[in-house]
């Protein structure tokens, strides 16, 4: 994961499984919800590119092998309250008060600080 990837939970908890590719650009693709005995997500991860022409110009692409990963909601519990631990910023909107599409993060009402979260 490049330091300039804004904080995701799923990318966070891949590149802590796959130490081995932290240097590459992984990023999840493709999510799908499991319920059963431990609910989570499967996730699946490929390296990722930003294509330089063409109509998707400046978009994200995706090369390679694909790895499959089974994401626990309390494994992305975990690491949404360490980010907001360890910066003291709401892990929703990062920091920046602001959501898409709306014009406050609705989880921290616009002031982008830490705040309880709910356990899974
Ligand atoms: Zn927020």
């Known amino acids: 994961m490049k330091n300039n990837e804004p904080f995701d939970p799923y990318n966070a908890i891949f590149f802590k499984v796959h130490p081995e590719l932290i240097d590459k650009d ?36 995706y090369k390679g092998q694909s790895f499959k990963l089974f994401i626990t909601d309390a494994q ?9 631990i360890t910066t003291g910023k709401c892990v929703e909107c990062l920091g920046s008060g602001k959501a898409m599409g709306r014009p406050l993060c609705f989880q921290c009402n616009g002031t982008g600080v830490a705040h309880p979260l709910s356990e899974p």
């Open 26 to 61: 992984y990023h999840w693709c493709c999510l799908e919800s499991v319920e059963g005995l431990q609910s989570g997500t499967l996730a699946t991860f490929r390296e990722a590119y930003i294509k330089l022409r063409g109509k998707y110009k400046g978009r994200r692409g």
């Open 76 to 84: 992305v519990y975990s690491v949404r309250i360490n980010y907001q």
